[in-house]
């Protein structure tokens, strides 16, 4: 053996960073974060964190670093760390590229879709239709997000779903979805029928401008939304 492999084969092995730890206090985070735990602008008080998950500020300051690359929470030099809040803005530069990639995705998974594909895809909506017609809006919303999972996973792009997934989740701060607007449910129905009509006849650009008009009408009930609340509280 040369003086390079024996410097090898005694070399100790790198140290393994005990990862597991800050990603399940990320994952912890992001889930009450969903949950509004944490209102969007909140700041997020580390020491009392740390304390309540009997960790030291090392791995929650990691775990935020996770977070912050997600778009979820806002690191601000010397004053600490803070729940994003997505205003108006944030919304109309998200949901024109979302429009795009997701488009892609239909496009793509009209491709690649089976038999069987399509039928997964027609179970789910049928579950929208079921949530529909009991006016049941969050569990629509949930399986909403289901159905669109399931079009990314079938186009078969890791690609498209990382980015995808991150403004989702940048999106779920939002304090409203498209959903509360009046008539929305009904017309996402309409829209998901139509792209699924698409894809079943096998026409790719179709289905992808069908899956572009969706998240941009998304875009349009939220504003709906955000224009009726003066007229609401006014009312009040």
């Given at each position: ?28 985070l992001r889930e009450r974060i ?164 698409a894809m079943r006849a096998r026409?790719a650009e179709r289905a992808g ?28």
């Open positions: 053996m040369n003086a390079r492999g024996s410097r090898a084969a005694l070399a100790p092995a790198a140290t393994i960073a005990p990862s597991a730890l800050y990603v399940e206090v990320a994952k912890r969903f949950a509004h735990e944490f209102a969007p602008g909140e700041w997020l008080d580390e020491q009392a964190l740390a304390a309540q998950y009997g960790i030291s500020r090392t791995p929650l300051r990691e775990a935020l670093k996770v977070l912050a690359a997600e778009g979820m929470v806002t690191l601000k030099p010397r004053r600490g760390c803070y729940v994003t809040e997505v205003a108006d803005r944030d919304l109309d530069e998200i949901f024109p590229v979302l429009a795009l990639l997701e488009g892609r995705c239909a496009h793509e998974a009209t491709l690649k879709a089976t038999t069987a594909d399509l039928r997964r895809l027609e179970a789910l909506h049928d579950a929208l239709e079921t949530h529909a017609s009991k006016g049941n809006r969050d569990r629509f919303f949930e399986a909403n997000q289901d159905f669109h999972r399931a079009v990314m996973e079938l186009a078969g792009n890791r690609w498209l779903a990382q980015v995808i997934q991150d403004l989702r989740k940048v999106l779920r701060l939002a304090r409203h979805h498209s959903l509360l607007a009046r008539g929305r449910v009904q017309q996402s129905l309409a829209e998901h029928r139509a792209i699924l009509a026409d401008e069908l899956m572009h008009l969706h998240l941009t009408q998304g875009r349009a009930a939220i504003a709906e939304v955000r224009a009726a609340e003066p007229a609401a509280a006014d009312a009040g």
